[in-house]
């Protein structure tokens, strides 16, 4: 079973960088790639980010340019550097596995805080 773990969370003023973690021993060598979901108070949970097993990223629109996933498979490691932060990227940020091959599995979520 792969099991995400994200890390990387914290409170951070408009205009600053976070850079998220989620560490899921085994994911890459079960074929799976990993993508980044938020949810804000209120509302529903969104896609925010995604690589797959070939390293291909893809982004939403609204984080596009400020956000960079990348892939550390040694580590069975993915990252999401967060830069230019706004208020609206306040969320708990999940990561989830993904892939035609790969069992979906979720991470508990990290809290991420944008103040002015």
């Known amino acids: 079973q792969v099991q995400p773990v994200e890390s990387g969370g914290g409170s951070v003023q408009a205009g600053g960088s976070l850079r998220l973690s989620c560490a899921a021993p085994g994911f890459t060598s079960n074929s799976c790639g990993m993508a980044w979901y938020r949810q804000s108070t209120g509302k529903e949970r969104e896609w925010v980010s995604g690589?797959?097993?070939?390293?291909?990223?893809s982004y939403a629109a609204s984080v596009r340019g400020r956000f960079t996933i990348s892939k550390d498979s040694a580590k069975d490691t993915v990252y999401l550097q967060m830069n230019a932060l706004k208020r609206e990227d306040t969320a708990i940020y999940t990561c989830?596995?993904?892939?035609?091959?790969?069992?979906?599995?979720w991470g508990q979520g990290t809290q991420v805080t944008v103040f002015p």
């Open positions: 690589i797959s097993t070939d390293d291909r990223s």
């Open positions: 989830k596995t993904f892939g035609s091959r790969c069992a979906e599995y």
